[in-house]
């Protein structure tokens, strides 16, 4: 299983980004994927999951402002990041997760500007 991340980029406060993630089989595969983020320092974290059934779930820090979405004849899974805000500045990780197993992206950066 393979997740090549893109979108990142420079942004100032207030904009938006849209990130992709692209899985290299049929994301139906897998039981749920998310997006995480993380800083230099701290632990990542969750920034919104979609589940097989196409729930989605997101931590106050973001609720309202990101939204996680999926593509499933592209097998793509898609962060739409309105209002951003400098304390999003991380690096972002897509995830996917099949029963135990988990799968991670290699990454890309988000600065926000202020």
């Known amino acids: 299983v393979q997740l090549q991340a893109s979108g990142g980029g420079l942004v100032q406060a207030g904009g938006s980004l849209r990130l992709s993630c692209a899985a290299s089989?049929?994301?139906?595969?897998?039981?749920?994927m998310g997006w995480y983020r993380q800083v230099p320092g701290k632990q990542r974290e969750l920034v919104a999951i979609?589940?097989?059934?196409?729930?989605?779930n997101y931590p106050d820090a973001v609720k309202g402002r990101f939204t996680i979405s999926r593509d499933t004849a592209k097998n793509t899974v898609d962060l739409q990041m309105n209002s951003l805000k400098p304390e999003d500045t991380a690096v972002y990780y897509c995830?996917?997760?099949?029963?135990?197993?988990?799968?991670w992206g290699q990454g890309t950066l988000v600065t926000v500007s202020s």
């Open positions: 995830r996917a997760r099949r029963d135990s197993e988990l799968y």
């Open positions: 089989g049929s994301i139906l595969n897998f039981n749920g």
């Open positions: 979609i589940t097989a059934g196409g729930s989605t």
